[in-house]
């Protein structure tokens, strides 16, 4: 029992964290996304296990925006919420996750286009990340023309 209450951090929440640079014990883990190469720009989207002093924890799922661009008259901060992970689930993260929704608005402006890359992030002392990563190029979007001269001929 001390050693789950040595490394207590039932006060975490992302938006008063750290971020993406704090360490825990068991946490935070996950990927940068739309980092330049020298990481002088990124979005971290990570999980956070914080552990609770009778040994129970909770899981959050963060985005840190606050290193996402160079522009200093862009909003950034560090947010997301707790998500279930039931017992013996792998963490998964997607883009489009299930559980639990963050989106972010970002502006980079050197991690675009061909510079923008993709990393693992794993800040936890006390556990080791053993990762695989999927990436998909999604089609462009095809947009058709709203019909209007039909809309309009009825509402004549």
Do not use: H
Not at 13 to 29: D, Q
Not at 143 to 152: A, E, K, V
């Amino acid at each position: 029992m001390l050693e789950s209450t040595l490394e207590a951090d039932v006060l975490f929440n992302c938006t008063t964290s750290e971020g993406s640079v704090g360490r825990g014990v068991l946490g935070p883990f996950g990927v940068v996304v739309l980092a330049d190469a020298q990481r002088s720009e990124q979005l971290p989207v990570d999980f956070y296990i914080a552990k609770d002093t009778n040994g129970s924890s909770r899981t959050y799922f963060c985005a840190d925006e606050t290193r996402s661009s160079k522009d200093k008259d862009v909003g950034k901060w560090v947010y997301g919420s707790s998500v279930p992970v039931l017992q013996g689930e792998k963490y998964n993260m997607r883009l489009l996750n299930r559980r639990t929704v963050v989106t972010s608005k970002v502006y980079p402006t050197t991690a675009i286009y061909g510079a923008a890359k993709v990393f693992l992030l794993n800040n936890a002392t006390g556990i080791s990340v053993k990762a695989s990563v999927k990436i998909w190029k999604m089609a462009e979007a095809e947009l058709d023309p709203f019909p209007f001269s039909g809309l309009l001929d009825r509402l004549v």
